[in-house]
């Protein structure tokens, strides 16, 4: 599906020598112009499958008593455990980690059990860890490329970059890739792939960052670029 446009990068450098002097005096202070230093933004998107599912199974059975039904109810429930747990399952309901072994339970099940069973589309979900860890590689895929920006602005200038002076995460958004339209007139038809995309996640992180610019400090110069 088509992802929402990123805001367009900029690029601020600023060549200027250091004050010099001043007022110590906190009533007095005055805004010092900056030194010398390059400041730039950094964007990054970065989206993550599910790494869960779950699916729901449901037994029943027809028999003259209720007992006997009950009884036969269990002995279907604790062969579909004996399955799950043979097939890298976890309970029942039935959580997986791994999907190929979902579909090969399932089709296990519907094929030995016929009409007595019935099994849910499968429910895609995300581990908190999962999602943490998104978070964080978005982030640093940012701060990466801030400093590349940085870096390719000092090369232009003729000019060492140094080491950051700040870093500030200036905004994180996350949406998943539903499909509103499946979802809305025919949840229960989506297949596999369509499902696992609706409950893909996506992450996006922009950046602000001040690099170091090394080197003498010569005469005064200044440099504004803006990269659009």
């Not at 601020?12 to 390059?38: H, I, Q």
């Not at 429930?77 to 999907?99: K, M, W």
């Not at 860890?129 to 920006?149: F, M, N």
């Not at 025919?186 to 602000?208: E, F, H, K, M």
Request: glycine share 6%.
């Amino acid at each position: 599906m088509p992802l929402p446009p990123l805001s367009p990068a900029r690029v601020f450098a600023e060549l200027v020598p250091p004050p010099a002097g001043g007022d110590n005096s906190r009533e007095n202070e005055v805004p010092k112009p900056p030194g010398r230093e390059v400041h730039v933004s950094g964007t990054s998107e970065l989206s993550a499958s599910p790494d869960r599912a779950k699916v729901t199974v449901y037994l029943k059975s027809k028999k003259g008593e209720a007992g006997a039904a009950r009884s036969s109810v269990t002995r279907r429930l604790d062969y579909v455990a004996q399955s799950a747990r043979q097939r890298g399952g976890i309970s029942v309901c039935i959580t997986f980690s791994d999907f190929s072994k979902m579909q090969e339970v399932c089709n296990f099940l519907v094929e030995k059990l016929g009409s007595s069973v019935i099994i849910s589309p499968p429910h895609f979900y995300h581990t908190v860890e999962a999602v943490d860890a998104l978070r964080r590689q978005v982030c640093l895929a940012a701060v990466g490329s801030a400093r590349q920006k940085a870096q390719e602005v000092c090369q232009l200038l003729g000019q060492p970059l140094g080491k950051p002076l700040l870093i500030r995460e200036e905004e994180v958004k996350e949406w998943e890739g539903h499909l509103e339209n499946h979802l809305a007139n025919a949840p229960d038809s989506l297949g596999l792939q369509q499902r696992l995309q609706s409950a893909t996640i996506y992450v996006s992180s922009r950046v602000y960052a001040v690099f170091e610019i090394k080197g003498e400090r010569k005469r005064k110069q200044a440099a504004h670029i803006n990269v659009n």
